[in-house]
């Protein structure tokens, strides 16, 4: 299983569950959905709103986690002050508020082996009384943090990603004068932009109705790595398994896709994109294309995601 560090995305602001009556049966219900494998008992034990795709996906992802050979358990511990401040200052850093007081933290444990050896993870969820009920809560963007994110020109965030350099195989540096150096595409994004806009909405739509096989054909190598049947040792991975991996990488995934232009330089295309989530959201800003033929994939992204106003 997965390490989960939540802080990077403030996930232990952003994930939520819910149960009927004590913190005892919440824990309760998110063990029963872990042990059957039951992602949509998970998000029905959540009250989602407001929550990113990304925070969607690492919720959602620890239930295939918990059914890839670790045995996972669910405690309750305190929410202690110091659980309190790191809350609260990553909080106030991102832009996230939270939406309940903290009365407690569920606490999901992994212990797995495998060919490395044994590992264990835990994850820390806060949880809170809303209304008759007990819910892990959830943060979401402070009014603050949308109406930047909204005013937010797309052109600065793809200057912002340039400055930062892009990296460029010959000189085996990244350059922050890319740009200059790159050719300028129309809308559509060319031939990669085409390719890209085709290939994540026939992605989505395949996802959306379960078919795995025509996921992999669509999303090239790397969706045949993340979907595989067998694993590296030659171990069959459950049909069951791959769709509900499936199903939590769906949460977090482009929907539609509008190529607004772009730049192109050797086999690195920058690409401007518009778009929606699963869920959604709109998402814009720059995505950074690398490789070709079965290899081409997405190497880098500078897009920011909110809800409709």
Known sequence: MKRYRLAPLSLCLLIAACSGGTPERLASDMQKALQKGDI????????????????????????????SGAICSVTLEPYTPERAEE??????????????T?????????QSKDASGESSSKMRLPFAKVGNTHKVII???????????????????????????IYDDATQSHRSDWKEIATAL??????VGAWFKQRTEAMHAA????????????????????????EYDGTPVPRELRLLKLRAQTLRSLATVKVLGGYQY????????????????????????????????????????????
């Open 40 to 67: 949509d008992a998970a998000l029905a034990l959540g009250d989602l709103e407001g929550a990113p795709p990304e925070a969607l996906f690492f919720y959602a992802d620890m239930v295939p986690d918990c059914q």
């Open 87 to 100: 809350d609260r200052r990553s909080a106030e850093e991102q832009g996230f508020e939270m939406t309940a």
């Open 102 to 110: 903290p009365v407690g933290l569920l606490v999901v444990s992994s």
């Open 139 to 165: 943060g979401r963007y402070s009014a603050a943090k949308l109406a930047e994110m909204r005013a937010t020109p797309t052109e600065a965030l793809v200057e912002k990603m340039l400055a930062a350099g």
């Open 186 to 191: 129309p809308a559509g994004g060319g031939d």
């Open 207 to 230: 996802a959306r109705a379960g078919d795995l096989d025509a996921v992999i054909k669509a999303g090239g190598a790397m969706a045949a790595m993340t979907y595989r049947d067998k």
């Open 266 to 309: 050797g086999t690195d295309t920058l690409l401007i994109i518009e778009g929606t989530s699963d869920n959604g959201w709109i998402v814009r800003g720059p995505i950074l294309i690398s490789g070709e033929g079965e290899e081409m994939g997405v190497s880098g992204r500078g897009t920011i995601s909110y809800p409709p106003a």
